[in-house]
């Protein structure tokens, strides 16, 4: 190789070294980074059916339903309930508000040795009598507060109960045609309730309902239901 070939390779290797150290000078490009996943919000929006069953306890006077002017003669009623639910709600941010209603075949019963009385005094006779809830029904609002797909609410409105007393007589006059009664009865309802939600459609919930059911004359009778149930939302 001649001198000014070894000049031109001289140059060229030169030039190759400065180029990879102004390579090696360059800042690092950043590492790809996958988009954050945004996490999805259950929305309770939407209209509702389901079903629920749970067990109910209280009092109720049996004599209101033969007639009005006995004094308070209540004792105490207990049993299960099955049934049907309907609703509707929306969602404004964590606020729930909505409209349900139910209705339930019960079985919510009791009996006691009663001695009518009015205004203290006594009737001369004594009855065996036993007391029944077979319906129960309410309409009722409710507002929540979610927490994604917990639902806390609170919950009140009216109630109706199909109440059903028979008396046998145990000693004194018999009883006549005020042995036996039948009536649906109205109320006011409250509670609370928790429901989850398992799919962007099913939820379920358990709620507690405090009833105190209108009768005539002195008698106001309670209920107290304990419930759970599951909900379709369209």
């Known amino acids: 190789m001649n001198k000014y070939g070894k000049i031109a390779v001289a140059i060229v290797g030169s030039l190759m070294m400065g180029g990879y150290a102004a390579a090696a000078d360059l800042p690092l490009a950043p590492a790809y980074k996958a988009p954050t996943a945004v996490a999805a919000v ?12 749970g067990y109910g306890w209280g009092s109720q006077d049996p004599l209101v339903l033969f007639a009005n002017r006995f004094d308070r003669a209540n004792f105490n009623i207990g049993g299960g309930m099955i049934g049907g639910t309907i609703g509707a709600q929306i969602q404004q941010g964590n606020i729930v508000l909505g409209m349900e209603g139910d209705l339930d075949w019960a079985n919510i019963n009791g009996s006691s040795i009663v001695t009518p009385s009015i205004l203290g ?9 036993s007391s029944k809830i077979s319906a129960y029904g309410t309409a009722r609002a409710r507002v929540g507060v979610a927490m994604n797909n917990v639902l806390f609410y609170a919950t009140a409105g009216g109630a109706f109960v199909k109440s059903t007393a028979d008396s046998s007589t145990i000693n004194g006059s018999p009883c006549g045609i005020y042995c036996q009664g039948s009536s649906w ?13 398992i799919t962007p459609n099913w939820s379920v919930k358990a709620e507690y309902l405090y009833t105190k059911i209108v009768g005539t004359g002195v008698s106001e009778d309670e209920l107290n239901v304990v419930r759970g149930g599951i909900n379709y939302r369209f």
């Open 42 to 53: 259950y929305n309770w929006t939407g209209l509702y059916v389901g079903g629920n069953a």
């Open 121 to 129: 005094v006594g009737q001369g006779v004594t009855l065996d009598t």
């Open 185 to 197: 009865r109205p109320g006011i309802v409250a509670g609370l309730g928790v429901e989850y939600g």
